[in-house]
């Protein structure tokens, strides 16, 4: 079956930098797009990047562009979120999509900014 387990989270300090990877398994990788959601307290879901199944295309949400980076190892069926210059308003859970119908998530990984 389709399995993301994501890994990474922690707590990090203002201007920190976190990387967060998302394992899949249960599919042929390299055939999906990815993304990665975060949530956090009392606010919607919402979608931070995007990736396509090569890695040759991405998108970001404007509130993390230039400070994130999504990519992925089609050899290691992970994709990763390598977060920079982190602000306490990026605390949140943060979850490994597979987009498509149906759409499979990870259970999330908790990122907390705060000093």
């Known amino acids: 079956q389709v399995q993301l387990v994501e890994s990474g989270g922690g707590l990090v300090q203002p201007g920190g930098s976190l990387r967060l990877s998302c394992e899949a398994s249960g599919f042929t990788f390299s055939n999906h797009a990815m993304s990665w959601y975060r949530q956090a307290p009392g606010k919607e879901r919402e979608l931070v990047a995007f990736?396509?199944?090569?890695?040759?295309?991405?998108n970001y949400a404007g509130s993390v562009k230039g400070r994130f980076t999504i990519s992925r190892d089609n050899a290691k069926n992970t994709v990763y979120l390598q977060m920079n210059s982190l602000k306490p308003e990026d605390t949140a859970v943060y979850y490994c999509?597979?987009?498509?119908?149906?759409?499979?998530w990870g259970q999330g990984t908790q990122v907390t900014v705060s000093s």
């Open positions: 999509k597979r987009p498509g119908v149906p759409a499979y």
């Open positions: 990736i396509g199944s090569t890695g040759g295309s991405t």
